[in-house]
């Protein structure tokens, strides 16, 4: 059974797909406009915080679940007995295919400025509105996105996405570097910087504590089974908790890398940091032009080249878990299962497609079912997605995790599960921190965020 389904070829392979997975379009679109809109640095130290104390014990416990049982995310609970709470899984899948819908929108953005900056079309930075708006070009663009993600997932994991992730992981990660090192030579960077990195305290609100806890859990991949689904190709000798720890560095050192260099960019620019979720695409474009027709088309088309790599090994993540279902649960062959998910979610995906100005119904959705909130620019039908996927099912989802973790599955059985490829982990510090985490803290923090979202975000009843 377990070679059937196919397995990671190293430990190395695991944790580059699992970071693949991690790192994307979350830590390098998402985080700085979520830390723009957050009051810059106060959001920095929440995400951090929440990244370390909370989400890594939640990874620990995906990744053992999923390597004790061997089986995608519904699986799962039914192989250790419990199938009561295989809907964990269901919503899992549920926020892996709604996610992936809008997802997939995004990664079509980025996929079309890898053209757009080979045809030194800097301008098309200051045209983003009406870029995204035709809805015909990045149509196309996601459907092409779509189809190379289905097309290495129905290759099984291994061959094409660690090869890849090999190269193009540590080719971002200099790239970044070298950006970042350029950004801090701009006038007006260490205005940035300062926006960055030097909390003002006073701005951490319950909403800044908000966001920063949905995206430590949408950045690290948690909460909808994915790394269940991951664990389930490991390696019973394979230490999880190294695993885990490296994967988490790797996506906060991502992430924190793609602020250092946009931040400074934005303020050198005059923009505001505030500006959204077209800050990179906007930004960007500038700053390659400002670089010379020839060194910017070069770098322009490779930042948004690594850029759309690194959306695509999370995308095939996201499609691996309702993938794994299908084929494990209901024995429908790889290859059938993959092409018939892509093509519903691709579908599913069409009104958040349309909803970036092409449709003014979808644009306006969130205001037109009245749930719009005062002074919100992007109403649209793909921040509402959002909100059902990665504000609620995910923190929620989350929260089961932890509970069935430490309370329904039991301690003894994760700790065993974690001892397995890591003799020193009985006893240790880490365990009793873990263990603390996914009994009291994680459940705890998690039921409060996702009592908050539902209130505040389906009942318009502002508590934060
Ligand atoms: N972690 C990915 C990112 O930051 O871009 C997004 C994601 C992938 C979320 C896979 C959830 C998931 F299961």
Redesign the pocket.
């Known amino acids: 059974m377990a070679t059937s389904r196919g397995h990671f070829s190293s430990r190395l392979g695991f944790i580059l797909a699992a970071a693949g ?11 700085p406009f979520e830390v723009g809109d957050g009051g810059g640095a106060a959001f920095v130290v929440m995400y951090l915080v929440f990244c370390f104390l909370l989400c890594f014990p939640v990874m620990t416990a995906e990744i053992a679940i999923g390597r004790r049982t061997q089986r995608n995310a519904v699986g799962a609970f039914k192989v250790l007995n419990k199938p009561r709470w295989a809907f964990i899984g269901f919503m ?1 899948i549920a ?2 295919l709604l ?2 819908s809008f ?1 997939n929108v995004v990664a079509g953005w980025a996929f079309g400025y890898v053209i757009e900056m080979l045809m030194g079309n800097f301008e098309i930075g200051t045209q983003f509105g009406d870029y995204i708006k035709d809805w015909l070009k990045i149509g196309l663009y996601g459907l092409v996105f779509m189809g190379v993600t289905a097309f290495i997932v129905s290759h099984g994991i291994q061959a094409g996405i660690e090869r890849a992730a090999k190269i193009l992981m540590p080719s971002l990660i200099m790239l970044m570097v070298a950006l970042s090192a350029y950004a801090m030579t701009l006038d007006g960077a260490m205005a940035g910087i300062e926006f960055y990195l030097v909390p003002d305290f006073s701005k951490i609100n319950g909403q800044v504590v908000y966001s920063a806890l949905g995206q430590a ?11 269940i689904t991951y664990g389930s190709y490991l390696n019973k000798d394979q230490n999880i908790v190294q695993a885990a720890a490296f994967i988490t560095l790797m ?1 906060v050192g991502i ?1 924190f890398l793609a602020g250092l260099m946009l931040f400074p960019f934005v303020f050198s620019q005059g923009l505001e940091p505030t500006g959204g979720a077209g800050l990179i695409f906007v930004t960007l474009p500038g700053v390659f032009s400002d670089l010379g027709p020839n060194i910017g088309v070069i770098v322009g088309t490779l930042f948004f080249t690594l850029l759309t790599f ?2 695509l090994t ?2 095939v ?2 499609l691996e ?1 309702p993938v794994a279902y299908v084929v494990d649960e209901h024995k429908v062959p790889r290859k059938r299962a993959v092409w018939l998910t892509a093509t519903f979610i691709f579908l599913i995906g069409v009104p958040s497609l349309l909803s970036n100005g092409a449709s003014s119904i979808l644009t306006n959705f969130i205001d037109i079912i009245g749930l719009a909130r005062e002074g919100a620019t992007d109403n649209s039908f793909m921040t509402f997605v959002g909100w059902i996927a ?1 504000d609620t099912f ?1 923190p929620f989802g989350g929260m089961m995790i932890s509970i069935f973790a430490a309370h329904i599955w039991k301690k003894e059985n994760l700790s065993a599960e974690l001892s397995l490829g890591n003799e020193n982990y009985a006893g240790s510090f880490v365990e009793t921190f873990i263990n603390f985490s996914i009994s009291y803290l994680a459940p705890f923090v998690l039921s409060m965020i996702f009592v908050l979202t539902v209130l505040s975000k389906f009942f318009a009843i502002d508590l934060l």
């Not at 790192?23 to 679109?29: A, C, P, Q, T």
């Not at 859990?217 to 790394?227: D, I, K, R, T, V």
């Open positions: 997975s991690a790192v994307g379009l979350g830590n390098i679109w998402k985080f899992g926020a892996g996610i992936l997802y859990f949408f950045s690290l991949s948690l909460g909808m089974g994915a790394l996506d992430a690194a959306a999370s995308t993540s996201l878990v990665n995910l």
